[in-house]
């Protein structure tokens, strides 16, 4: 679809946007940072003709800070995420995923709510996401919901949101306890390419016993997940490397790689799996 044939409308607030999908819903697709869109238009394969431009709408941006949980504004740049103290300090996944999604330009302009719409198994934001526990908020003209963002992706593509709806926050919940986080992404470079294989753990530990466990992982299925079986095999136990060897087979068992142009299904699958026995046997 060439440029020229697009619509776009210029949205003034959100209740111009939440009345526009509520009267006529599935005709309208959500622009924002616009940097992955640009991308498909520029190779051709983007394919909604009306868009609603929601850059600078200020009810969607922003970053909040609240006794037990942060508020981020789905129109909160990558550069407005990496450059904040409270995230830096609590979230620091949440920060390495930001710096490695795309150049200082692509950080300026690329949106948190964009990251997680675009909806690509391999987007650098979602493992750590995933790994915080983190909710969404969906907004339609009549209601406000949250949901688990573990719940949030069905398939490839598909997602847990209404044609009426729009991601207006992502919600972190804050800690007091004292949480062991790992972040990493294998890439053809570390940065500025689309991850191979993605992984990021939130755990908390007493003493060698693993007292509590999320593990995200992106490029390894269809979606960004969670490996709930292998989370619960760790999940208080004392670390060991019989239970790093168990563990090790349960992953294997709960991700579904692809063969593509980035990379092939053996490779994802024993990345992901080195990634998370290296981490573990660190902790021993």
Known sequence: ?????????????????????????????????????????DLGTWQAPNLINIWGISDLSGIRINKNEIEIGALSTFS??????????????????AMLTGSIAIQNRGTIGGNIMNASPAADTPPALLAYG????????????????????????LMRINQDEILTKIILPRTSNKTIDF????????????????IAVRLTMDKKT????????????PMPIR????????????????????AILQIASEIHPIDDIRSNKAYRLRVAINLLRNFLKGLL
């Open 80 to 97: 407005e995420i990496i450059n904040h103290p409270i995230i830096k300090k609590e979230f620091p996944m949440l920060i390495e995923a």
């Open 227 to 246: 490996v709930y079986m292998t989370e619960d095999l760790l999940k208080g136990n004392k670390l060991s490397m019989d239970l790093i060897d168990q």
């Open 210 to 221: 693993i007292t509590d466990i999320k593990i995200g992982l992106g490029a390894v299925a």
């Open 1 to 41: 679809m060439h440029i020229s044939s697009i619509n776009v409308y210029d949205a003034k607030n959100i209740h111009d946007v939440l009345n526009l999908l509520d009267k006529e819903p599935g005709r309208w697709s959500i622009l924002a940072g616009g940097t992955d869109i640009m991308v498909q238009l």
């Open 134 to 157: 983190a909710e969404i908020e969906l907004t339609s003209k009549n209601e406000v919901r949250r949901l688990f963002y573990k719940d949030f992706h069905i398939n490839y593509k």
């Open 183 to 198: 972040y990493q992404k294998v890439g053809t470079r570390a940065a500025h390419s689309i991850s191979k294989a993605c």
